[in-house]
């Protein structure tokens, strides 16, 4: 659940976040087709992650999750810092995940669907994606 940072932490509003939202969305990456980054994946570049006072850092991305399929918003979070970790830890999995949920509502953007957990802990969670109210 703990991040490792790659790049700074750098906690900002939500007003911030939402402004520089859409700089995320922008790019659809397709990993079926051997897409990437480059040189650097997506946590190593500030326009992905977004990182708030209470420890929570989001990396948002839109993906082409299955060939074929339109389009989905990508949210991956983790936590920073000793108290945020203990935070999380206590309240649990269902606690972490209306947290992360709640956070992106804030940021003026559709409900998010739950997809798993990865090995290191980390929520992975989706968003329909649409050009019409949420882009």
């Known amino acids: 659940m703990a991040a490792q940072l790659h790049i ?8 911030s976040a939402r402004a520089r ?7 659809v990456f397709n990993a079926h087709i051997g897409d990437s980054l480059s040189v650097l ?18 990396i948002v991305t839109r993906d ?7 389009p989905v918003v990508h949210v991956s979070c983790s936590v920073v810092g000793d108290e945020a970790v203990a935070r999380v830890i ?10 992360v949920r709640q956070r992106w509502e804030q940021l003026g953007r559709a409900p998010l669907r739950f997809v798993n957990w990865d090995h290191k802990g980390v929520p992975h969670l ?3 994606y649409s050009t019409k109210g949420n882009a």
């Open 41 to 58: 994946p997506r946590k190593e570049l500030r326009r992905y992650v977004f990182d708030f006072d209470d420890g929570l850092r989001m």
């Open 90 to 99: 206590a309240g649990g999995r269902d606690a972490y995940l209306l947290l």
């Open 8 to 15: 700074p932490f750098e906690p900002e509003s939500i007003e």
């Open 126 to 128: 989706i968003e329909e």
């Open 64 to 70: 082409i999750e299955e060939p074929g399929n339109p």
């Open 21 to 27: 939202l859409w700089k995320a969305l922008e790019k």
